[in-house]
């Protein structure tokens, strides 16, 4: 390092936030969008630990040019006082010392020092500037700072009515491999912070397109069902309650649709649990328990008959959120809520609150069991079913479906599977393929919609079950990756609103039955080509409109220009070389980013508009790099 005199204040913010900027990974996750977004939310989480201790009540967060944002609030302001033990202000101790933003009060309930739990120094430390206004006991102080470190001390600048804090900065491009901040990203958390803390108002600005959007939810959780459930058609009103016992706070919120589908969310100091834990363990327990309870005392069942939690996971919407004074979280991507006290006290205060809404409200109590008692059935008739699915596929391996074209590879690693919409064009790209390494599974017209049907007769649909059966992996409960035959999986479909309407289904099938494929990255979109361009005897391919255009410039006159409609307007070296081949294609993997949005996408897609099935793709359709 060249020399330097190195001042007080900066020898501690060295020590504090080297470490950050050394190995930002270790504290934020990764330095992709991902990231980026990360360390938003960590100022954000602080401002709603301030809402959560009662002196906040609007948040405004403005992204103001691509790589700079502003996260403002009405809370105490953070103190600015001189510190006891580190002789500067207290503001300049939470913006440069590792984790001294959330050492202060014990007993709150706290979001921030949550997840990674790391604090606004870590924001600061990542950002090429930042700077902090503080209004507090009538005066507003400011600090700015380059890559974490101050560049003067905390100053006062005047009198100011209020009190609250605005943290603005610039996401540092030498830490992120991008400084683009996605309002859509940004916009999915904070509704999400909002429902969870009733009352709260966030207001999102994006002053690059004046998008806004401004969330504020009285009802809390319950308008969080009833929102997940908007395109769909409800049994009966949100189930709700909120209790305190043990200084734990729960909130649960639960609605019945006519559909098939679980969608169960758990929180705990607004963290998304993604892995459960024992605030999910002791709701579905006493969901179970009292349902069971009231059907037998009803007289609705036959002796000995008993429904599972499965059974009552049909058409399900619900969301538990507790607050902890101390969460412990566990698991393998720390998000299963581990504090052993919780699960008896979720499950009494739930088993409570449902037995006393089944005796008030019998109507819907009636409903939902009658659901419950219609899945039970199929459920047994499913599992027959399944069992000679799963038989066919265990142990009659040379009995692959009779369309699948396999591979002769038995590197699984090295192998791919093009599933390619209609007979004709699966026959091009088996006598276009490299037979080594890729199969071809022809489907023929249209999936059926697993949103629309029960297990079992999805699983006598004849398309799905040459799928399952090719696949290897089973589903649904029996999934298990490790059989999976195939390493990478192709959706391969014409670039049309058919085409399209397939791809959704198919992604749809996949994200409700194979989950795991999509999140560890199996599931691919093919990107065959719009346009054929040719020039005398030279060929080029334009895949976008914005291509076709670069390529006309370029080219000049006298060229001929062929649209193409579908897969079967190419012969097999074509499609070869412009959609399968490793070295020339492009391939994009499908994604999912969160369960909320993705099933919100999910109900978007099988929708009868056209146009946000297609944005839906773009979006979650990745580019993967130049994929070999
Ligand atoms: C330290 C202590 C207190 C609040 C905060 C930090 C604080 C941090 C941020 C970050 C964004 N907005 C924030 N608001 C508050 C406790 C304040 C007190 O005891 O008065």
Redesign the pocket.
Known sequence: MAEKKYTGTEIQVLEGLEPVRKRPGMYIGSTDARGLHHIVYE?VD??VD?ALAGFCTTIKVDILTDGMIS?E?D?????VDIHPKKKVS?LQV?MTVLHA?GK??QGAYKVSGGLHGVG?SVTNALSSYLKAEVKRDGKLYMQEYIRGTPKEEVKEMGKVEGSG?K?TFAADPEVFETTSFKFETLQTRLREMAFLNKGLRIILTDHRTEKKADFQYKGGIQEFVEWINRKKNVLHKPIYYEKERDGIMIECAIQYNDGFQEQLFSFANNINTHEGGTHLTGFKSALTKSLNRYAEKQGMMQKGQRLSSDDFKEGLTAIVSVKVPEPQFEGQTKTKLGNSEVKGIVETISSDQLGIFLQETPGVAKLILKKAIDASKAREAARKAREIVRRKSVFESTTLPGKLTDCSTKDREKSEIFIVEGESAGGTAKQGRDKNYQAILPLKGKIINVEKARLLKVLKNAEVSALITAIGTGIGEEFTIDKRRYNKIVIMTDADVDGNHIACLLLTFFYRYMKELIDSGHIYLAQPPLYKIGKGRKVRYAYTEAEKDKILKEVGEKVSIQRYKGLGEMNAEQLWETTMNPETRTLKLITIEDAVSADEMFSTLMGDQVAPRREFILEHAKEAELDV
């Open positions: 100022v602080n401002a301030e996260i609030d809370g105490r302001g953070i103190p207290t939470v933003g202060f009060e606004v804090t943290i």
